[in-house]
């Protein structure tokens, strides 16, 4: 039998036979945080925007099994088609055709009047794709879009949101893997000069110039990459995300307390940043209670 939390979560579901690929149990607040976000977001525009569209990037099975407890749980992409006020159209990309197979499955067995289309391709590769899909838009029919963009390592191409932000009025949750990816891995990323992950993330090809030149120390590796990444999300006239924004998610077990990743929301409207807090406050309260 399955059970649904305050922030969307529904956890405890039965085996469907489809695929269900492992996460880990900190990965339950990230999919909080998400849910709680899109909830305020979709019931607070649904009579101002005609048109309301959901981006997943790196979307998954719709459904997961945490580690830690064989629990089977819906993650983002079945919690975005359940909020109480639905987006007008859904997008979701995922390289992995298994996770494809098994939302496409997932979605059909919702029974909703969902209009979604399923892109299974590598991300960096799929923005025609999603353009092709979004809704056409005009000044008596606007068009209002949401991406969660929610990579498994810091290998996300900027370019893509600098395309996407260029052209839609869409909000960005993007989740950036700075501690588990970056901060672990950065000596090898900033030694070699033929390794572009970093400067694909930030949009910067020349940050290693500015590493040397701030004088940065490995401490300082966080802040870095949360500074640069802001700049770049400026450069596509959002509004910037004060460092207080970003939400970490830790490792907190067994006398652990290891940063994996932040989540970092940009918007082009400060109504996303009145939302944002609400997520984070209404996150704190609820985790106080389990």
């Known amino acids: 039998m399955s059970a649904t939390i305050g922030d969307g979560l529904v956890c405890g579901l039965e085996d469907d036979g489809l695929y269900t690929p492992p996460i880990k149990e900190h990965s339950l607040r990230k999919i909080r945080a998400h849910n709680y976000y899109v909830r305020l977001f979709t019931t607070a525009m649904k009579k101002k925007w005609p048109q309301r569209a959901y981006l997943g990037l ?7 099994r945490v580690s830690e407890t064989n629990e089977i749980v819906s993650t983002t992409a079945i919690s975005a088609l359940q909020v109480p006020d639905p987006f007008t159209k859904y997008i979701f990309v995922d390289n992995n055709p298994d ?5 496409e499955a997932r979605i059909g067995a919702l029974g909703g009047d969902y209009d979604v289309s399923l892109i299974n391709k590598d991300v960096s590769e799929a923005v025609p794709a999603i353009i092709e899909e979004m809704p056409l838009f005009s000044k008596g029919r606007g068009l209002l879009s949401f991406c969660f963009v929610d990579p498994f390592s810091a290998e996300l191409d900027f370019s893509i949101l600098k395309q996407l932000g260029g052209r839609y009025r869409m909000d960005f949750l993007v989740l950036l ?8 891995n950065f000596r090898r990323y900033l030694e070699d000069e033929n390794d572009t992950r970093i400067a694909k993330l930030i949009d910067d090809a020349n940050w290693r110039d500015e590493w040397t030149a ?9 802040r870095f990459m949360l500074e640069k990444f802001d700049e770049a999300m400026k450069g596509v006239g959002y509004r910037p ?9 830790r490792l907190l077990e067994k006398n652990k307390n290891v940063l994996l990743y932040y989540l970092v929301l940009y918007s082009k409207h400060p109504l996303a940043q009145t939302f944002w807090n609400a997520t984070r406050l209404g996150l704190d309260e609820q985790l106080t209670l389990l």
């Open 58 to 64: 790196y979307s998954g099975a719709g459904r997961a």
């Open 241 to 249: 995300a004060r460092p207080d924004d970003a939400h970490p998610i």
């Open 177 to 184: 893997m700075l501690g588990r990816d970056v901060r672990t």
């Open 99 to 103: 996770c494809i197979a098994a939302l």
């Open 214 to 222: 701030r004088g940065y120390r490995a401490n300082n590796v966080v």
